[in-house]
């Protein structure tokens, strides 16, 4: 299982890395699939998976308490996501993307800081 989160923790330092030099890769994609059902039940799935990973695995890391509240905070998300239906999460899409311009290599910063900080924390 810390594997597991290990290539998460990679999955997402790649993406905010991508983010950070060229942002329109990542945000183009999510433009062109946000309408897209797949979209909306992979952002649910991978934010439970990673939430119960978490939780289940926090004991094991160099920060037990921080791991469980992220494990916690991912699972609320995927239930606010999924309580919030297709039609939201595209609002939500929408609304994301029009300040990605502005604060997208942020976003893409604090990604990069997340998937190392998962990294270390079970390394």
Same mark, same amino acid.
Request: overall charge positive; charged content about 10%; hydrophobic content about 65%.
């Given at each position: 299982m810390i594997s597991l989160i290990i290539?998460?923790?990679a999955l997402i330092l790649i993406a905010g890395l991508i983010i950070l030099i060229s942002p329109e890769i990542i945000l183009d994609y999510i433009k062109n699939n946000q309408d897209k059902p797949w979209l909306h /039940? =992979?952002?649910?799935t991978v934010r439970l /998976? =990673?939430?119960i990973v978490l939780i289940s695995q926090a004991a094991q890391s160099?920060?037990?308490l921080i791991i469980e509240i992220l494990g916690w905070l991912s699972i609320v998300a995927a239930v606010v996501l999924t309580v919030v239906g297709r039609?939201?999460?595209h609002r939500l899409m929408a609304w994301a993307l029009s300040i990605a311009k502005s604060y997208g290599r942020v976003g893409g910063l604090i990604a990069t800081a997340f998937g190392?900080?998962?990294i270390h924390a079970f390394v």
């Open positions: 290539i998460f923790g /039940i =992979l952002a649910v /998976i =990673l939430g160099k920060y037990p039609k939201g999460f190392l900080f998962l």
